[in-house]
């Protein structure tokens, strides 16, 4: 089997998805799968919606394409504000899209138009992550401008946390988000039907003790594909958190002698020289380095230590001997990694199923199979 590769259990991610869909419903609140983490892997897209997801979100078009290419029919968001210079594609393959700037929603409207469709617009409005929205008092005003425009459709307000400041979600935040959809009804009419609170980061919020108000949706692809709260990194009751294994193959073993006394002029330099690890008896290099993943995101191997890593190489030390040229280690991802390692040109992806039997397929250039397990 070709190396490195990425190993996805379907029935995992499946099982997940019905975990925290089981568990929201509860609170009525419903679940948009997030699959830009795997850019768009159609295979896993619908084990989300095999799990009870009601609907998926990308935040790429291409992601977006191979979905539509592959099939899949279900409501697609697009959750990064469109391009101004994708606007047609954007009308073409999502139902709906989130949007901050006005001059973007007027494109799409305009776009909608030429192709005779209604495009769904969310507002997204900034909470405090400080990455992407509307700022709250400006919201209504937004809204009333994307009521007057024909070819779109106001559907709902969302808010993002713990992107880009890493802070997860209070409860006075999504009260406030709530209080929001209430002012824009008032002001514009239409009920809203999504009121989207926001991603992972918001599972611990949502299944709470405390009322979850208007928020009718939450984003998941984190929880759904590695099973752990992303702020924290513990993994979720009853959730798997190896549907994913990356597997890369050893080059080379042996024990390397101490690095020669080089002096080096540029300190910045010396204190970046690999020095070997003491509680280890053997080095082992991998075919595998900086180009294919996020390195420092990966789980080592029980026994094993991270020695250091270039573009192509990963090097770790190892207390057992019995690992030879040609031998496999299996590696368990956070989700920097995982999106690394999904979009990596040289890594395959291999379907693990209960399917009855092997059958390979192709999908979008990268050699797939399904194996029992």
């Not at 929880?223 to 994913?244: C, E, K, N, R, Y």
């Amino acid at each position: 089997m070709s190396c490195p590769r990425i190993e996805v259990d379907l029935d995992k991610i499946r099982r997940n998805t019905e975990t925290v869909v089981r568990r929201l419903d509860a609170r009525s609140i419903g679940v948009t799968g997030v699959t830009k983490a795997v850019c768009g892997h159609p295979a896993i897209a619908q084990s989300m919606l095999d799990g009870g997801a009601l609907g998926l979100a990308d935040a790429r078009i291409s992601n977006v394409q191979r979905l539509r290419q592959a099939g899949i029919t279900c409501p697609v968001t697009l959750i990064r504000t469109p391009m101004l210079s994708q606007v047609d594609e954007v009308v073409q393959l999502c139902e709906a899209s989130y949007n901050t700037d006005i001059v973007v929603i007027a494109a799409l409207a305009s776009a909608a138009i030429r192709k005779d469709e209604v495009h769904g617009i969310i507002l997204m409005v900034e909470m405090g992550d400080q990455r992407e929205g509307v700022l709250p008092e400006n919201v209504a005003e937004i809204a009333q401008q994307v009521m007057t425009m024909q070819g779109v459709a106001l559907k709902g307000i969302g808010a993002n946390f713990a992107c880009l400041s890493g802070i997860a979600p209070t409860a006075s935040q999504m009260a406030s988000l709530c209080d929001l959809a209430n002012e824009i009804e008032g002001v514009c009419g239409p009920f809203l039907k999504t009121v989207s609170g926001g991603n992972s980061a918001n599972l611990p919020w949502a299944l709470g003790e405390q009322t979850t108000g208007r928020i009718s949706d939450l984003r998941l692809g984190e929880a759904i594909l590695l099973g752990v709260d992303p702020i924290s990194g513990d993994q979720i009751g009853g959730m798997h958190t190896d549907a994913f294994t990356l597997v890369a193959e050893v080059i080379e073993t042996g024990v390397k002698p101490a690095p020669f006394p080089i002096a080096m002029i540029d300190p910045a330099l010396a204190r970046l020289r690999i020095v070997p690890t003491s509680d280890v008896s053997m080095r082992v290099i991998l075919a595998m380095g900086h180009q294919d993943t996020d390195i420092s995101g990966l789980s080592m191997p029980v026994g094993s230590a991270l020695i250091g890593a270039t573009s192509d190489h990963l090097v770790i030390g190892v207390n057992r001997r019995t690992l030879k040229t040609g031998s496999e280690l299996r590696f368990q991802m956070n989700y920097k990694a995982l999106m690394h390692a999904m979009a990596a040109p040289d890594i395959d992806v291999k379907l693990l199923d209960d399917l009855p039997a092997k059958q390979p397929r192709q999908i979008q250039g990268k050699s797939e199979h399904l194996m029992l397990v």
